[in-house]
């Protein structure tokens, strides 16, 4: 694990992180957060502020994906929630008066570790502050939910969608060992074993040493049940399309037909690709996200089916000055009669570029 001080976090566009705490604070407010920030970097099974810390720490995760385990008092644990980019990450001592919460990194890491006193005392902060600590709150009941209630395939499920990060070739894959998984469960190895292979004997899962990639990503939610619910990627199945319920999201959205034709943008598209948005109206999708989206969204059109899609890759977007920006980018089919649109959410991921531009100088 490595702090170094980063100025330029005040300074950068996290769109990419909206909805959550960061991207829920106004430029002045998040600017004052961010002054003091130290990038940390914490390895894959490393513990996020050494597990123990002298005072309170308050870190936002900026990349990667974080379990906090709850400690039993005979050494078993229990995962209480996972949290993905955005979500603020605590120590234990002096915010949870000692109850046995450990961070853990599933993968490599990076976090923003905030000075505490920037974010106390604060006005503007209490609803951002207060909205987050509602999330968490909402993801705990919802884990200790599917840990009473659910079936040990319903969590498997669960916890498999969790963890879920796109592969190198395409595709979602939870890089997580069958005993790291009874770990996160609470149960044994062998529970979760006869799991697997219940979904595996349904086409849902592949499993192989150290790794469970997922096969049919639908199929997969539906066996997770009412206890998962998307964080990362976007449920579609959606009847019909209301553009007003798009035009305030904090996320560009572009609605695109068949042909590949811009026939909806949304404010934060306009902001993020710096045109008008209705001068995008009409024209071919190409002009946002030049030479990458075109097999992927033939491929789309002509196979839709209702549940998360993700692309699992970085492409690039332009700008109406041509320049370009790294950008994830998630295709949700909505059945808007006569036609169908297929809606593109695109969030610009320039901020990580930075961040690893940081530590490669340390």
Not at 38 to 53: K, N
Not at 118 to 145: H, I, K, N, W
Not at 192 to 203: D, E, F, Q, Y
Not at 316 to 327: K, Q
């Amino acid at each position: 694990m490595v702090g170094t001080p980063l100025q330029e976090l005040a300074e950068l566009d996290l769109s990419g992180l909206a909805g959550t705490f960061l991207g829920d604070l106004d430029p002045e407010a998040r600017a004052a957060v961010l002054s003091g920030a130290t990038v940390l970097e914490v390895s894959r099974g490393g513990l996020v502020f050494g597990g123990q810390s002298a005072s309170p720490r308050l870190a936002v995760l900026l990349q990667g994906t974080v379990r906090v385990n709850l400690l039993g008092s005979r050494g078993r644990r229990i995962t209480a929630r996972y949290l993905h980019a955005g979500s603020l990450v605590a120590s234990t001592t002096g915010w949870t008066d000692g109850l046995p919460l450990l961070p853990e990194a599933v993968g490599d890491c990076l976090l923003a570790e905030l000075e505490v006193r920037s974010v106390t005392g604060d006005p503007r902060l209490d609803r951002a502050l207060f909205a987050e600590t509602t999330r968490r709150l909402q993801d705990v009941y919802r884990v200790l939910a599917a840990t009473a209630f659910g079936s040990l395939t319903e969590r498997i499920a669960f916890h498999v969608l969790e963890l879920a990060e796109p592969s190198p070739g395409g595709g979602l894959t939870a890089t997580v060992t069958q005993q790291g998984l009874a770990d996160g469960l609470g149960t044994v190895r062998e529970a979760v074993a006869r799991g697997l292979r219940s979904l595996k004997s349904r086409h849902l899962v592949a499993t192989r040493p150290g790794a469970i990639d997922i096969v049919d990503i639908d199929g997969l939610v539906e066996a997770a049940g009412s206890w998962w619910t998307s964080s990362r990627l976007l449920s579609t199945g959606l009847v019909s399309a209301d553009r007003r319920a798009f035009d305030d999201l904090d996320h560009a959205v572009v609605g695109i037909d068949r042909q590949g034709t811009i026939v909806y943008a949304n404010a934060r598209a306009a902001r993020t690709f710096r045109w008008d948005a209705q001068d995008l109206v009409g024209q071919p999708v190409e002009r946002l996200l030049p030479g990458q989206l075109g097999g992927t969204l033939s491929e789309f059109m002509a196979d839709v089916r209702p549940g998360p899609i993700g692309l699992g890759r970085t492409l690039h977007g332009r700008r109406a000055d041509g320049s370009l920006f790294p950008a994830e980018v998630t295709l949700v089919p909505v059945h808007s009669a006569p036609r169908m649109v297929v809606l593109a959410i695109v969030v610009d991921v320039t901020y990580r570029a930075v961040l690893r531009e940081a530590l490669s100088q340390r």
